[in-house]
């Protein structure tokens, strides 16, 4: 675990984006969940490894979250828990600022960050149904932050 | 003799004499809060957890009539929450909010006869106050406890898991039990195979060893078969007279079920503290819970519908 590096990084986002190409989004996301950089101190490694967990979430459509959640085990089904907190505390895409904001620009970015946080929240009810409210315990108590 | 300790920073020792309990100051010597104590099984001495990050341990003086404190310190970083009396009475282990578990030697010379190592035979003797092993949690240490046999330590923390230690040939093996609802508030072994997790969830929780490790098994108090329940009104000015009226009677704005209705249960508050009932001698079927809603409720292990062979009850 302290040895992931930002090479890691990079070999899982290749490996997930091979897996969504080939239309196999479930084992991509799995992929991601079973050894992630969680609690070192290289926040940028840390940084990174977030957007491939958040890319590999956002490969999967709405309709497929049951299917995915049904084939996570427990362990998954945690770390996956606490990636979801960590995508719902900030918006995507970033509403346009200054010179770029026009009400165009920031009515679609404010459209696209709405659609993600209700796939988040629906991704969120269906893997706290399955690990109930210990894991959301889990996700607030553990310091090694993801 | 009771002891009692309270978060004025005292503890006092009750004796029975002529109808009337006499209280004697303890001098235990904690700048902050005592949070828990417990009677060593042998009677003799008593351990304090306190907010202070040490643990005194006293016993009795006849020379001078009084309790004697003596201080378990080191390394406790933060309030030390619980403490639990190995069966052999000289061995302590602690719960504390810097999220560890640790067992330290409680073997004070003047009051032990000979040091035993219990679980830990194959280990150097440590003197009072000395750590043996520590294990850590993700969360405060709420509970701990020893097993009947005092080959096995169990201890919850709040990031809703139980480890479970057994000691016995060698190093101590951990098993963390993460399981899906609240965190526990107090854990007591009912056998050697079987724990019981009182907690956030009202429900008193059985976790079984039966051969392939600790689980969670079931919760104690059951949900009764759905009841036929009064029509509710959905429409207009019906539904809104209903919902006031189920505010003001339940508390809740709903009458149908909601995702937190636990009124069916015993408890409507954590469960913080179990106990057995029957003797301590024999192997326990009965043992009382008390919660914060200020009810203690006394259940029956035969009656209820576990594997009771398995778990040795």
Redesign the interface.
Known sequence: MSSFSSADVAAADQHVDALVASNQATEALLSTLVAPPIGIKDAEVKHAYRAVVYKAIAAIDDRDIAAAVEALDGNAANVLLKYIYSALSFAHPPTPEGSDATSAAVATAEQEQKKRSASLLKWHALVAAKTGPGSVIRVMTDRKRV | MIVTCAHDRNAFVWTYSDGVWNPSLVILRIEYAAIDCKWSPDGRKFAVASGAKCVPVCHYEEENSWWVSKMIKKPHKSTVLCVAWHPNSQLIATGSSD?KCRLFSAYVEATDDSQDMGPLAGENPASFAEMYHDWSA??WVHCVDWSPSGNVLAFGA????LHVVTFGGGAPVTQVV??????LCTVKFISDAAILGGGHDCNPAVFANIGAGWAFSEFCDKKPAAEKKAEVATSGAAAARAMFQNKTKTGQTQSKESMNDNSWQKHQSPVTFMQQLNPASSTCSEFSTTALDGRIAVWKLPEMDLNHGAMGL
């Open positions: 999220f993700n969360g709040h990031d809703s898991s993460r399981f899906t609802f609240l965190p």
